[in-house]
Nanobody
Framework: QVQLQESGGGSVQAGGSLRLSCAAS?????LAWFRQAPGKEREGVAC???????TYADSVKGRFTNSQDNAEKTLYLQMSGLKPEDTAMYYC??????????????????????WGQGTQVTVSS
């Protein structure tokens, strides 16, 4: 059974940095970060597959870096240049299928079978 546990959220000022972690247990092939702000739909932030290929939402390209430590089975999201609009609950998501980190489907919530509880990121101006 896959379990995901996020950590690393917090409060920072605009322009600051945070690194989120997601510890995964069980078999996964595709790992993703999503976020959800109050009153908004959950949206994809980044995805990485088992060989390290990544996809990013346009809103975070150049500011966020998605990586994984396969030995530790941990997913990371390094966030820099944070903006108030990045404020949201950040979720780690996983799915055993390959190939869903790309194309038009990577950011669909329904494509990911497993979810963590989330970690809050708050960016003040």
């Amino acid at each position: 059974q896959v379990q995901l546990q996020e950590s690393g959220g917090g409060s920072v000022q605009a322009g600051g940095s945070l690194r989120l972690s997601c510890a995964a247990s069980g078999y996964t092939s595709s790992l993703a970060w999503f976020r959800q702000a109050p009153g908004k739909e959950r949206e994809g932030v980044a995805c990485i597959d088992s060989i390290g290929r990544t996809t990013y939402a346009d809103s975070v390209k150049g500011r966020f870096t998605n990586s994984q430590d396969n030995a530790e089975k941990t997913l990371y999201l390094q966030m820099s240049g944070l903006k108030p609009e990045d404020t949201a609950m950040y979720y780690c998501a996983a799915d055993p299928r390959v190939g869903i980190c790309f194309g038009v489907v990577w950011n669909r919530v329904a494509n990911y079978k497993h979810w963590g509880q989330g970690t809050q990121v708050t960016v003040s101006s």
